[in-house]
Each structure stands twice: as structure tokens, then as C-alpha cells.
């Protein structure tokens, strides 16, 4: 059984910073393309960053380069999503995917989303 579970995220001000983390179990974090993904009230969901399989090149959305920073941790099979200089468009809920080989079948995991808003 998969699950992916993100926590981290909450209220802060503009200019503020959070630290999302997702910890996978039934799955091991280095073998799969590991994203971040984020959907606001009203709009379609948006990619936000993406480590690949086995070697650690990421690659960020728009919105995300320059001000987040993704990283994973094997020995805690959890990825993270260090998100700085926030401002209210950030304002989202933020989820993990985890897409790979599961046994004999392609998949594609989701965590259930944290929270993230962005107000003064």
C-alpha cells in the first residue's frame, strides 16, 4: 500500500518562508520522479517542481524558480519543498506526486495536500 502524506504548510506573512515536507511509505523516494504540485481556489492545478529518478536533477515551474528549493532525503524516504520570499499567490494547496514502476504497474500517487496561505 502507497501512501504519501504532506505536511508543513500553514499561515505566514508575505516575504515569509515554509518548509513542506512529503513522506512516502510502500514506495522508496529515490526510485520514483518525485513532484510538487499546487492548485488555488479557482484555478487548474500547476506544476511547481520535479526531482527525477535516481539522480537528483530537479527542475521548477515559473512560479517556483528562484525563490523554492526541492530536495530529497533517502534515508527519511521524504521530499521536501523549501519555499521562500512567499507573497499571496502562493496561496494554494500544495500536493506530492510520486509517478513510477510500483511492482509490475506504471502509478501515480498523490498525497492528500497541505495548505499553504500567504496574507499579512
Known amino acids: 500500500q502507497v501512501h504519501i502524506v504532506e505536511s508543513g504548510g500553514g499561515l505566514v506573512q508575505p516575504g515569509g518562508s515554509l518548509r513542506l515536507s512529503c513522506a512516502a511509505s510502500?514506495?522508496?523516494?529515490?526510485?520514483?520522479?518525485m513532484k510538487w504540485y499546487r492548485q488555488a481556489p479557482g484555478k487548474e492545478r500547476e506544476f511547481v517542481a520535479a526531482?527525477?529518478?535516481?539522480?537528483?536533477?530537479?527542475d521548477y515551474g515559473d512560479s517556483a524558480k528562484g525563490r523554492f528549493t526541492m530536495s530529497r532525503d533517502k534515508d527519511k524516504n521524504t521530499v521536501y519543498l523549501q519555499m521562500n520570499n512567499l507573497n499571496a499567490e502562493d496561496t494554494a494547496v500544495y500536493y506530492c506526486?510520486?509517478?513510477?514502476?510500483?511492482?509490475?504497474?506504471?502509478?501515480?500517487?498523490w498525497g492528500q495536500g497541505t495548505q499553504v496561505s500567504v496574507s499579512s
Open positions: 510502500g514506495v522508496t523516494v529515490e526510485n520514483f520522479v
Open positions: 506526486n510520486a509517478e513510477g514502476w510500483h511492482g509490475p504497474k506504471y502509478g501515480n500517487f
Open positions: 526531482i527525477t529518478a535516481f539522480a537528483d536533477v530537479i
